[in-house]
């Protein structure tokens, strides 16, 4: 199949192909893991809303739970100090 005029490397139809060094794969796959671990992880918390199951601002009723952002909730207890 492919030659190996040099060492290291691959020839093929006259270009010399050279063969990537360990630590190149091993550090190409742990980011490509790293990517559909990301991937994934975004599909699960974004993926309806990107396939329009569900619009971005469903369930987001109060989340103020008294850090007092100005909703109309939780600024009573702020204002006592």
Known sequence: MGGGGEHGSTTY????????????????????AVM??????????????VLGWRHPWEGHEDHSHGHGHGHGRGNEHEASH
């Open 13 to 32: 139809k006259g270009y010399s192909i050279p063969h990537p060094k360990r630590w190149h794969v091993v550090t190409g796959k742990g980011l490509c």
């Open 36 to 49: 559909w671990f990301w991937i994934l992880y975004r599909a699960r918390q974004d993926g309806p809303v």
